[in-house]
């Protein structure tokens, strides 16, 4: 089976500045048990190994276990989360580290332009647009 664990994490920076955020595992496993005994390996593996939750103070949560079947009908909201206020700044990045090519990424930008075009436009040229809206 397939299962997707949600993490959340804080912690402190080397510069003493609080930090906390959170990430996606997916593994195939035959039981939750098992699925969360590769999370624990494949995370503590990978901070020795990358530049990733290197944190000199971490502690990382272990929030949710999404076990998914064999045949998904229809399109599912596998995971929500929602702050209040405005958006602190924030680093977000798909498969950012040890991409085995089982995963791929996509990008969605609005309009016309090419992921090239995209990826050369600066914060203060790019206006984000919503994927849906709601009035």
Known sequence: MLFIGYFSFDGEGSDGQACYGGFECIVHAEDAQKAVEQFEQHIAETRKE???LQQPKLSI???????????????????????????????????????????????????DLSDEEFEKLTENEYTREPFLKFD
């Open 50 to 52: 990358e530049d990733f």
């Open 61 to 111: 949560f272990l929030d949710a276990i999404l076990e998914v079947g064999e045949k998904v009908d229809g399109p599912t909201i596998a995971h929500f989360s929602e702050c209040i206020g405005e958006a602190p700044p924030a680093l977000h990045a798909n498969l950012p580290i040890n991409n085995s090519g089982a995963c791929s990424s996509y990008e969605w930008h609005p309009g």
